[in-house]
């Protein structure tokens, strides 16, 4: 019996790691005999980096860098197995996370500590790229992360700009002579589900903004000052941002990277599943198990379990999906190969409790769940 378990992290509860962890303890009480394969994944959001290190055998770099508030906060680069390979995940630098809730503020956060973590991998000899640009506190259209490598974004007098999304109202002109030299000779692969344009009602300020802090006012607002910097970016490089789909992730640096970096913008969870190898992992297995926090109908438009049903079902494996909370529309799921979803939740309990307990949760869910599976596949085949 061989079971590939393969889960996205459970927001604010556990990381990708722990989440398998637990599947993997509760497939074991029913069958200690099964062979496990575990692969914790990501779509290109937090826990990105630590799903592309493990499972390449990588290390990560630690490094002092400007937080999105300010102030000086340790964050991390990943290279990958391959020794040549960069991974950079925003959240480490520029992240929610690294915000208390009471003092998010789009309006003054900042990317210039991803930025910095760019310029560090450069210094350190790196050329290939892999930026996770999910779960960011910022709406500053990546001006911060472009202040830090060098681009020099100047107001009507020729002074540059401070930092967050309210000083782009101020933006005049951009200066290039200064942009490092060494990104012109590097590839940028950025992994994000997230197809926004830079502004309007499905741009990154109105449709991130109010997740990191921003007022109905502040969102009218940035969505204004996204507009200036990028009438300004079309007018000094020729691209425009405006209306261009992907543009918007991640308070707008998904712009920033489409029109100064050498790059290419794929879905998250396709790179993670190329660089961690998941088709070769899936071959021959029984069954694949995967999850993530909330599973809906949103989670049919590529979110973690559905592009790893998708990478089995091209070999012919079913998939079962654990989460934390099922909402409405998962019947869209089966038919890509996902036969079953199951919540954790296993009697009348608050939120609080069950990311208090998620691990024992996942676990016995799990357990469950395989016994289910597989009694019924004995039944079926004494059937046919």
Same mark, same amino acid.
């Given at each position: 019996? !061989?079971? =590939?378990?393969? #889960?996205?992290?459970?927001? *604010?509860?556990?990381?990708?790691?722990?989440?398998? &962890?637990?599947?993997?303890?509760?497939?074991?009480?029913?069958? #200690?005999?099964?062979?496990?394969?575990?692969?914790?994944?990501?779509? *290109?959001?937090?826990?990105?980096? $630590?799903?592309? =290190?493990?499972a390449t055998g990588g290390k990560t770099i630690s490094v002092y860098v400007t937080g999105p508030l300010g102030g000086s906060i340790e964050a991390e680069y990943g290279i990958l197995g391959d020794g040549e390979t960069c991974v950079i995940e925003m959240a480490k630098a520029s992240g929610l996370v690294l915000v208390p809730s009471a003092q998010l503020n789009p309006l003054k956060a900042?990317?210039?500590?991803?930025?910095?973590?760019?310029?560090?991998? +450069?210094?350190?000899?790196?050329?290939?790229?892999? @930026?996770?640009?999910?779960?960011?506190?910022? &709406?500053?259209?990546?001006?911060?992360?472009?202040?830090? @490598?060098?681009?020099?974004?100047?107001?009507?007098?020729? $002074?540059?700009?401070?930092?967050?999304? $309210?000083? @782009?109202?101020? =933006?005049?002109?951009?200066? +290039?002579?200064?942009?490092?030299?060494?990104?012109?000779?590097?590839?940028?692969?950025?992994?994000?589900? /997230?197809? &926004?344009?830079?502004?309007?009602?499905?741009?990154?300020?109105?449709?991130?903004?109010?997740?990191?802090?921003?007022?109905?006012?502040?969102?009218?607002?940035?969505?204004?000052?996204?507009? &200036?910097?990028?009438?300004?970016?079309?007018?000094?490089?020729? =691209?425009?941002?405006?209306?261009?789909?992907?543009?918007?992730?991640?308070?707008?640096?998904?712009?920033?990277?489409?029109?100064?970096?050498?790059?290419?913008?794929?879905?998250?969870?396709?790179? /993670?599943?190329?660089?961690? !190898?998941?088709n070769e992992l899936v071959e021959g297995a029984d069954l694949v198990i995967t999850g993530e926090g909330k599973v809906d109908f949103q989670t049919a438009s590529g979110k973690t379990p559905m592009g790893v049903a998708q990478t089995a079902l091209k070999k012919n494996v079913p998939t079962i999906i654990i989460a934390g909370s099922v909402g409405k529309g998962v019947e869209t799921l089966y038919q890509h190969g996902i036969v079953s979803v199951h919540s954790i939740i296993n009697r009348p309990m608050e939120l609080k409790e069950c990311m208090h307990n998620a691990k024992e949760l996942t676990e016995f869910a799990a357990e469950q769940v395989v016994r289910s599976f597989f009694y019924q596949t004995k039944i079926n085949s004494r059937m046919g």
């Open positions: 019996m !061989k079971i =590939v378990i393969a #889960p996205d992290s459970f927001k *604010g509860s556990m990381s990708s790691i722990e989440a398998a &962890n637990s599947i993997e303890k509760g497939i074991l009480q029913a069958f #200690p005999q099964a062979e496990t394969i575990l692969l914790p994944v990501g779509d *290109g959001g937090e826990g990105t980096l $630590e799903t592309l =290190v493990t900042t990317t210039y500590g991803t930025g910095e973590l760019i310029k560090k991998a +450069l210094d350190d000899g790196y050329k290939s790229f892999i @930026l996770a640009l999910g779960g960011s506190a910022t &709406n500053d259209g990546g001006a911060g992360m472009l202040q830090a @490598l060098g681009l020099k974004i100047l107001d009507e007098n020729g $002074e540059e700009i401070g930092f967050g999304g $309210e000083q @782009l109202r101020r =933006v005049a002109s951009i200066d +290039l002579s200064s942009f490092d030299s060494r990104i012109s000779q590097c590839t940028f692969l950025i992994a994000s589900d /997230v197809q &926004n344009p830079f502004i309007g009602p499905d741009g990154a300020s109105s449709v991130f903004g109010p997740q990191k802090g921003a007022s109905p006012e502040d969102v009218a607002f940035l969505d204004h000052c996204l507009y &200036n910097f990028a009438e300004v970016i079309e007018k000094e490089t020729g =691209v425009h941002l405006h209306d261009l789909p992907g543009a918007g992730a991640a308070g707008g640096i998904g712009g920033a990277f489409q029109a100064f970096f050498p790059s290419e913008m794929r879905r998250g969870i396709d790179v /993670v599943i190329e660089y961690t !190898k998941l």
